[in-house]
Every structure is written in C-alpha cells, then in structure tokens.
C-alpha cells in the first residue's frame, strides 16, 4: 500500500509539474506583454513591405528615432507587398496587428470598417503629431470620413515609365497632351523599328485605367463600388487584346515569366503604366536608361493624375497611441530621416524633409521634376476614393485581365467575371 | 490510447504480484498504469485537441457561415456549398486537379515501378544508384526546388532550348497556360523514389522459385511480370496508388511556387488548395475556404473508397491464396 501511494503522488507531481509547463508556454505564446517594461521603456512594432534596400534605411532612421526616444524601442519587419497584406490580414484578425505599419490608400476603407485603424486625431489635438509643413494636398490622402487614419510620408503618381534607348532608337518624343492615338501609334512605331513591344500591358493596370476613366468624367471606384459600365470595360479590353495580337503590347506569357521581375525593366517592353518613384527600382533591376513621359490624354491636356501616397497608419488596438504618434511624426519630419529615405517611397510628404534630401542622381531629379512639372500643369485632380475590398477588385483586374488578354477568356465573360469578383470584394 | 490497454494485458504475468494481488487491485493497477500512459501521450493529445481537432471542428463550423475574419460568423447553411457550383474559378480549380492527379500519379507509379525492377537486380553500385533515384524525393517539394523548376521551364532555359532542337517551341513552359501543368507533372514525377522503394521492398518479398518454375514451363519475361510480379505485388501497388493519389490532391507548394504564387497563367495551374489559400488568404473569405476544404475531404474520401472497393478485384494477399 505504502508503495502504492508513493507512485500516485509522484504521478500527481509529474502531472503538476507537465501543466506547470504547459501554461508557461502557453503564457508566453499568448502574448501577455504588453510592450511595457518595469523601468518604463516601451516597445512598438513596426511592419513595412519592400525590399533589402528599403529595410536598410528604415534602420538607419529608426536608430535616429531611438537616440531622441531612448524609452521607446521599436521591433521591425517587413515582407514583399503581397505577403505583407496577407500576414497583416491574419494578424488584424487575430487581434495582433502591429502598433504602427506602412499602408496605402488602398486599404483605408477596408481596414476601417473592420476596426483596425487608429484615428490620429486625437494625437494630432494633443500635440503628439503634427501635420503641419505637409506639401499641397498630400494630407488629404490619409483622410477618410473626417478621419485620419494615415499620415503619408511620400507621394507620388501614375506616370508612364519608358526605356529611354529604345525610345530613341525609334524616334518617339513623347509631349505633354499627347492623345492615346498618338500613343498607341507610337507603340507601333516602336515595334515596327526596334520589334520591342511598346507597352507592358496598360489595360490591365487598376491605376491606369481610373486615369482614362477620370478623363472621360468616370473614375474606377465610387466610395462604395465601381464607377464604369460593363461596356465600359468590354471595350478596353477588346481594344488591350487587339493590341497584344498586334504584338505592339508584350504577351502575358512574357510577363507571367518575368515576375517578379517587370518587363519593362526584362526589355520585354518599352514603357509601363506605374507609379513615378517605381524607376528608382526598375533602374536598379534593368540595364538600359529608364525615364518618364506624360499620361496620354483624351481631349489634349487632362491627363487625370492625382497625388496618392504611401503613409503610416496606427492599430486601434495599440497600447501606445502616444509613442505611435511620436513615431510617425519623428519619421515624417525629421529632416536626417529625409536624406536618409530619398524617394525610395515617393517625393518626400513634408517641406521639412523635402527641402532637406536634394537628389543627386538622375533618376531622383528627374521624378521630382516630374511631379513639379504635372502639378504646374495643373492637371492633378482628387484622389479616386477607393471602397472597402478596392485591393482585392485591383488584384482581379490585373489577373482577369491577364487571362482575357492570353485568349483563354473570352472578353465579355472575364468582364462578367471582373464584376462578379468586384461585388463580392465589397461586400465582403 | 488502445495501445497502452493492450500493453498491459499482454505483459507477460509478473509473479511477486500476481500471487498476492485480488481481482480489484489488479484493477488498480491497470488503471495506474493506464494514467501514466495518458500522462506520456499528453503531449500529443494536446497537440492534436489544440492543433488538429480544435480547428477542424472550428472549420466544419465556419464551412455553414460568412465569415471575413473580422466579423463574427453569420449562419448561412449550405449557401457555401452552392456557391462552389456556381463558381466559374472553383470549377476551373477542380478541373486543374483532376488532370493532375489522373495524369501524374500513373506516370509517376510506372515509373517507380520501371526503376525499382531494375533496381531490384543484383548489381554492382547498387546503394548508390538507389540513394540518386530517392534522393529528389526528399528535396523534392522543398521551395527552392520549385525555383529550380521554374528556371529549367523558363523561356530560353534548359527545356525550352533542348524542345526548340527538335522543332517545337513553346517560348517557357511556366508563362504558357497549355503546358504549365506539365511542368508540375513532371516536378512529382521526378519524385518517383518514394514509391520505388516501396516497390523494391516488394519485390524482394517474392519467391524467386515462382520465377524459376515459370521460367521452366516457358513463360517469357513478359507472362512472368503479368502473372507473377505483378499479382505478387498488388498489395504493394495499391498502397502506392492509394497513397499517391491522397497525396496528389493535396498539391499546393509546387503550384505556388512555380507560378509565383499566381497559381496561373489564366489560372492554368490553380489547383483546389490554391484557390482554398487565395479565398482563404487573400480575400478573407475564410466561410468558402473551409467548405472547399470539406468539399476536398469528401473528395478525397469517395476516391479512397471506391479504391478500396476495387482492390476485391485485383488486389491478391497471400492469405487468399492459401
């Protein structure tokens, strides 16, 4: 009996101490940190998508930060942009969301409705940010409702990229105001003297296709759908097919082979529909010279540009509002920041950082000359406003528009399948 | 947890206890032992309530409801369930999978089977060439050899240059929606070691006398495969073709990564799991992605049965033919 007992206690003891284990562990995979330490300091994590370069950088500014706000620590990481929203997606859900993180106007309505932005308001008001010293009309991009829920730190604008080499070789000058058939003329110019297909794919670019809707008094969202008729888009894309069997428009089996990579960049096209600061990258990726012309225009000079940007945004669920705001302020204004960053996320938001980085390299001046020269235009208009789920919609018209553009869709059913794709996006 | 009752009752009798001990301490011990054997398996228990079974209970739940990750799930019955039908990409993801796994798993078991027969001789080497032809199995559904993969079937690459010498080009498999599939077919065909194995063990399990008595009533190579190996090895066969096939409704990695996690071009290589990750994922349509993964379970289950409904009619085990 005595033996017996022995046993069952040790038994029990084990047992204690294996849950005794366990709930540590499940303890500290739960997260009970708070980012608060006993002597005060606090941590905040910050996510961001890009690459190497970007990474590099922002480490190089948030060792700035960290020497003016010695209690404040902030955790990195960062993903390519389709992984980042994916991890963001999973970690918002879970209630885990980083405290600070880059976004895009894309996102705004979307994550609002679910909750998970912070309105710097309040922040603003207790003079934690500040949004003074901002460039004209870049504020406006993070605001949504009479909420800010993004502070930009760059801006930037559709443009067209062109490889300069084979744009010369065919002796295409683009100008400003030039029509789309001029455009689509030049292309044919271009393939015809070089046999490099002039464009990369324009009518499956999002972007794109709200500057051309834009011009003829649409646009690609309304705050809560889509703001084009299926005939609308039938035609686009008829004409976007016609082009790729003309050969003027790079196939799609090129391009699915060339990504991540761009075509342009692979010199399987002579110029692309992208944000302007994208050269710097396409530079670095490619061989020949890289630059940018105007957006054609329907009627000779409205090209339908506006400014959007990319911008920090906070979570909601931050325990740290005040050290988010800290951050974000530090890294939109600090003037060393400035110089540090370039316009590797577009043209620098504020005056205090503009003025500070002059650009030394070609490609830099010529962006920032670019955005001069659109805004003396006075072609920019008001950011399209973009409803809950305008990512997912985004990521459809590229892809669908891929498919249709392959000849394995034919073009009324990939429009039928764009808005089918669309409405559940929104409503989602 | 059968195992750990079975343990006890088969342990061979201990005397010292056995003399002294009553049908109701015997008990106890059972019982003591029994708690000891929960408390080794704890940590597996816990892994499967927390890790398996907690979330496929959750996912059977989430499969009736509309559910974005955000909201709390809105009961919608079997709406999920017909969505799928009605669903141009879900038929197409179905589609891609079928042509995978009727194409890819037969190729790559009669291949498995061809290496192994050779194998299965006495040669000079022999470990060395067994270790080459297993070794892309255990590499083989790592990412970076999709990367490989993706490279080798490329647009001026390996393949696509050794195609274009004998007349046909394709211009790179991986942008191409008529031979991407291809590709992945030929990604698990490579794989083939795993199931050779598996055939080489059975092989060996056959008398050689069979072959010797055949081979003296006169019956060629061929009649001997027929009516000798292949019926000694059916047990072995249909474990492969039952594994297999699992296991290739399963594909996503190599169609992810192949296809730089577009699963295309035009959605040619959008197998099930693909598109299940991209509602899932992407669009947050975490009620649709659990039906889908139901709707591949069922799936998978209706095939595995009728396997082993037909394995009555070919499939021969040594007790039968005593």
């Known amino acids: 009996m005595g033996t017996r007992t022995n046993v069952e206690r040790r038994t029990v003891l084990k047992a204690a101490g294996i849950s005794a284990v366990t709930l540590g562990v499940a303890a500290t995979g739960c997260g009970g940190n708070d980012g608060t330490s006993a002597d005060g300091n606090v941590t905040i994590r910050y996510s961001w998508w890009g690459a190497e370069e970007r990474a590099k950088k922002i480490n190089q500014s948030i060792a700035l930060f960290e020497k003016k706000y010695p209690k404040i620590k902030v955790k990195t990481d960062f993903q390519d942009y389709p992984s980042f929203w994916e991890k963001f997606q999973t970690q918002a859900a879970g209630g885990n969301p980083p405290d600070v993180f880059q976004n895009a106007v894309g996102f705004l309505r979307k994550y609002d409705k679910r909750g998970v932005l912070l309105d710097l308001g309040s922040q603003i008001d207790a003079g934690n940010l500040s949004l003074d010293h901002f460039r004209a009309g870049v504020v406006k991009v993070g605001q949504v409702d009479g909420k800010q829920l993004g502070v930009p730190v760059g801006s930037n604008t559709m443009a067209l990229v062109i490889d300069k080499k084979v744009y010369e070789k065919a002796g295409v000058d683009p100008t400003a105001g030039w029509t789309w058939d001029e455009y689509f003329k030049a292309l044919k110019t271009i393939h015809d003297k070089t046999e490099v297909p002039g464009d990369t794919g324009y009518f499956s670019i999002m972007y794109l296709y709200d500057l051309y809707l834009r011009q003829n008094g649409k646009a690609f969202f309304t705050k809560d759908g889509l703001g084009f008729e299926q005939s609308d888009l039938t035609e686009w894309w008829t004409d976007g097919y016609g082009r790729v069997k003309a050969g003027i428009v790079t196939s799609p089996k090129v391009v699915a082979q060339d990504t991540p990579k761009s075509s342009l960049s692979a010199g399987h096209g002579a110029s692309e529909f992208t944000w302007d600061n994208f050269t710097v990258r396409y530079t670095a990726e490619g061989t020949s010279d890289y630059g940018l012309a105007p957006i054609p225009t329907t009627d000779g000079k409205d090209t339908g540009q506006y400014l959007a940007s990319l911008m920090l945004s906070g979570s909601a669920r931050t325990k740290h509002p005040k050290e988010v705001a800290q951050f974000i302020d530090f890294m939109v204004h600090d003037p060393a920041v400035g110089k540090i960053m370039g316009y590797d996320r577009g043209i620098l938001a504020t005056t205090d950082q503009y003025d500070a980085f002059k650009p030394t390299d070609v490609v830099q001046k010529e962006i920032a000359q670019y955005e001069v020269d659109t805004a003396k235009a006075g072609v920019l208009g008001m950011i399209t406003p973009h409803p809950s789920g305008a990512d997912t919609a985004e990521s459809a018209f590229l892809r669908i528009g891929g498919d249709m553009a392959l000849g394995k869709t034919k073009v009324a059913d990939a429009v039928k399948q764009f808005f089918s794709e669309a409405q559940a996006a929104f409503s989602a | 947890m059968g195992t750990a009752v079975t343990l006890v009752d088969d342990a061979p009798p201990d005397t010292r206890q056995t003399r002294s001990a009553t049908p109701a301490a015997k008990k106890r011990r ?117 990367f490989v993969w993706r490279t080798l079937f490329s647009d001026g690459a390996v393949v696509d240059r050794t195609q274009s010498l004998f007349g046909s080009h394709v211009g790179g498999w991986v942008g191409d929606p008529d031979w991407i599939l291809y590709s992945l077919v030929a990604l698990t065909v490579w794989q083939f070691g795993a199931p050779m194995v598996i055939f080489l063990a059975g092989l060996k399990q056959v008398p050689r006398e069979l072959y010797e008595a055949a081979a003296m009533d006169g019956a060629g190579p061929f009649r001997r495969f027929w009516n000798i190996t292949l019926p000694m090895i059916s047990p072995v066969l249909f474990f492969n073709v039952l594994l297999e096939t699992i296991h290739s409704f399963q594909i996503f990695g ?60 070919w499939v021969h085990y040594e007790e039968d033919a005593r």
Do not use: H
């Not at chain 2, 039908?85 to 890819?104: L, M």
């Not at chain 2, 050779?118 to 080459?132: D, I, K, N, P």
């Not at chain 2, 296809?259 to 299940?276: E, H, I, M, R």
């Not at chain 2, 659990?290 to 082993?308: E, I, R």
């Open chain 2, 30 to 146: 059972g019982r003591r032992e029994n708690l000891a054997g929960y408390l080794f398996m704890s940590p597996w228990i816990a892994g499967f309530l927390l890790l398996t079974a907690g979330p496929m209970v959750a996912s059977l739940y989430f499969a009736f409801t509309d559910y974005n990750l955000f909201n709390s799930p809105k009961w919608i019955g079997f709406d999920n369930f017909t969505r799928m039908f009605d669903d141009p990409r879900w038929q197409k993801s179905v589609e891609v999978t079928a042509k995978y796994v009727v194409i890819g798993t037969p190729l790559k078991l009669l291949l498995a089977l061809g290496v192994a027969m050779l194998l299965a001789q006495s040669r000079r080497g022999q470990a060395l060439y067994r270790a080459a032809f297993y070794a892309p199995s255990l590499i083989g559904a790592s990412v970076s050899i999709g």
């Open chain 2, 254 to 313: 190599s169609a992810y990564v192949v296809s730089n996690s577009q699963c295309g071009p035009a959605d040619a290589t959008l197998v099930y799991t693909c598109y299940l990750y991209q509602q899932g994922f992407k669009n947050a349509q975490m009620g649709f992605a659990s039906a889908m993964a139901w709707m591949l379970l069922l799936a998978v289950a209706l095939v595995t049965a009728v396997l082993f409904w037909s394995q009555k009619k």
